[in-house]
């Protein structure tokens, strides 16, 4: 049973921002299956570390969406990204040092609230702001961290 559930009120209505949710979701509910099955620690810490490096990726992209876009709240949602990337770590930093499974859950638990609560809180704070500037209008090609193309949006003068 996984740990996160997408359903349509957690989107953003962006689908570039909204895959990239969806793919949070994955990663820690297959982080959460890993623990719960007894995998050995190594492949946990490997799945939490893609977790960490997929958030910086996806911070990265985001904020540049906003800086393009002229959000005047961008440097404010910057900071809270830096603020939430410090929280992933010392999750991870928890995580890894833990040896027990109650230990573990803990950790999965606060990073179910701690994904959740930004995706549909502060993200969705902006999501007039992009429509209004019709970020999906226009693409072009981005690079994802595993090299495979992805489509971005720009905006539209």
Known sequence: ???????????VGV???????????LLVNELH?????????PELDT?????????RFHHAQEEQLLDESGYQGSAAH?????QLLDQLMDLQSH?????????????????????????????HEFVSH???????SIRVAWSTPDH?????????P
Not at 15 to 25: A, E, S
Not at 33 to 41: F, P, Q, T
Not at 78 to 82: M, T, V
């Open 1 to 11: 049973m996984p740990l996160i559930v997408w359903t349509d009120g957690m989107s």
């Open 15 to 25: 689908k570039l921002l909204d895959n990239d949710h969806k793919k949070l979701v």
């Open 33 to 41: 299956d890993a623990v719960v099955a007894g995998r050995a620690r």
């Open 47 to 55: 799945l939490l570390e893609g977790l960490v490096v997929f958030t």
């Open 78 to 82: 910057q900071l809270e990204h830096d």
């Open 95 to 123: 995580f890894t040092s833990s040896a027990e499974l109650a230990s573990d859950l803990d950790v999965m638990n606060r990073l179910r609230v701690w994904l959740l609560e930004h995706i549909q809180d502060s993200d």
């Open 130 to 136: 992009l429509k209004e500037k019709r970020v999906e």
């Open 148 to 156: 495979v193309a992805q489509e971005s949006p720009a905006i539209q």
